[in-house]
T-cell receptor, first 112, second 117 residues
Framework: TQLLEQSPQFLSIQEGENLTVYCNSS?????LQWYRQEPGEGPVLLVT?????EVKKLKRLTFQFGDARKDSSLHITAAQPGDTGLYLC????????????FGQGTELSVKP | ETGVTQTPRHLVMGMTNKKSLKCEQH?????MYWYKQSAKKPLELMFV???????ENNSVPSRFSPECPNSSHLFLHLHTLQPEDSALYLC????????????????FGPGTRLTVL
């Protein structure tokens, strides 16, 4: 069974703090996607990383794909209350027809 | 309308009812997916359609029946559901490569919150 371990599962921080969310697996992925989901809504795509070692930045969010394509991290600088939500990572397996393996998610709460 | 839309957004049904969930994508994609999201669990893939053919059925009970009449529409027909089927049902779409295999970036709809009494 392919697993994507995401940590931490819960994170409560003050506005202005930095944080990092991790996704780790023993499987190698052809790409990895990060989503943000608000209660009662569907996940919204933040980024897709494709190349091992790749780093992508989206304003205060920095995404990194591990060199071996088995892990990824999301770093948020100076978190704001608007960053509150459920963050999901999803890895695409090779030769699996686009099938994604999802992590359990990280519930982030940023308090003003 | 843009992106992926789902109707209804909320549904309450009894165990003997029959209902259908609808998904429509306006992205020009040709692969569509149904997922189930329950509390404290990762998203569970239910069905995949690529180029209007079902390419995956992830051991889903027969009380869930998908239908994909064309590349823009996807339905999930529900009958004799159980209370444990209560969850958020998400539809997603992506672009299938020329070979018919879906590519990886999936775009999600807002979901249907289903409650089975």
């Amino acid at each position: 069974t392919q697993l994507l371990e995401q940590s931490p599962q819960f994170l409560s921080i003050q506005e202005g703090e930095n944080l990092t969310v991790y996704c780790n697996s023993s499987s190698v992925f052809s790409s990895l996607q990060w989503y943000r989901q608000e209660p009662g809504e569907g996940p919204v795509l933040l980024v897709t990383v494709v190349t091992g070692g790749e780093v992508k930045k989206l304003k205060r969010l920095t995404f990194q794909f591990g060199d071996a394509r088995k892990d990824s991290s999301l770093h948020i600088t100076a978190a704001q209350p608007g960053d509150t939500g459920l963050y999901l990572c999803a890895g695409a397996l090779y030769n699996q027809g686009g099938k994604l393996i999802f992590g359990q998610g990280t519930e982030l709460s940023v308090k003003p | 309308e843009t992106g992926v839309t789902q109707t209804p957004r909320h549904l309450v049904m009894g165990m003997t009812n029959k209902k259908s969930l609808k998904c429509e994508q306006h992205l020009g994609h040709n692969a569509m997916y149904w997922y189930k999201q329950s509390a404290k669990k990762p998203l569970e893939l239910m069905f995949v359609y690529s180029l209007e053919e079902r390419v995956e059925n992830n051991s889903v009970p027969s009380r869930f029946s998908p239908e994909c009449p064309n590349s823009s529409h996807l339905f999930l027909h529900l009958h004799t559901l159980q209370p444990e089927d209560s969850a958020l049902y998400l539809c997603a779409s992506s672009q299938a490569a020329i070979s018919g295999s879906p590519t990886h970036t999936q775009y999600f709809g807002p979901g249907t919150r289903l409650t089975v009494l």
